[in-house]
């Protein structure tokens, strides 16, 4: 833990001392990190597929990007085109390999019995996209958009908001 006096810029070090679980005689003692204080807002994201490994043909995979505000204030939104307007928020996207289908259910959608893409923010409000090439573009509610990945489009979650409105320790999650 940093300490909550520290300034911006001020580093600490540590030693992470790693010790084999097959082996407890095996431990390397020698692997520095450097942490780094900052007074700016720090987003981190971490991506995960359920199931994980290798997959059947036509296997259901739910990739799950969530992430939380470390940094030491508020995350600013910035612009993002979305139907041809601008909105102003955080932009979680993930481009969609060659080859993978997906398949959009919205939650709260009347027609479906579960969604397959779900969000949630620690402020501001969720809006789901996706981008073929042609710019950002909403997921209509009750839609069944299917769409097939080239290696350029994408999907994605903007938690919209505006000024200072993401605040720190505030977490997110975006799953389809």
């Given at each position: ?19 084999s ?42 990739y ?49 019995n ?63």
């Open positions: 833990v940093i300490p909550s006096g520290a300034t911006s810029g001020q580093n600490g070090n540590l030693n992470l001392v790693g010790t679980q097959g082996n407890a005689g095996v431990v390397d003692n020698n692997n520095w990190a450097r942490a780094v204080a900052t007074a700016r807002a720090a987003l981190t994201a971490f991506k995960a597929a359920t199931p994980s490994g290798s997959v059947a043909p036509g296997t259901t995979i739910t799950t990007i969530s992430g939380a505000n470390t940094g030491g204030s508020a995350a600013y939104g910035y612009p993002v085109t979305v139907d041809g307007t601008s909105q102003t928020g955080i932009l979680i996207e993930d481009v969609i390999p060659n080859g993978l289908q997906v398949q959009v259910v919205l939650p709260g959608d009347q027609n479906a579960q969604p397959t893409i779900t969000g949630s923010a620690g402020a501001g409000t969720i809006r789901y996209l996706y981008n073929t090439g042609s710019g950002w573009v909403s997921i209509p509610q009750n839609s069944n958009l299917s769409f097939t990945g080239d290696g350029t489009t994408k999907i994605g979650m903007l938690i919209e908001g505006s000024g200072a409105f993401f605040p720190q320790g505030a977490q997110y999650t975006f799953s389809f």
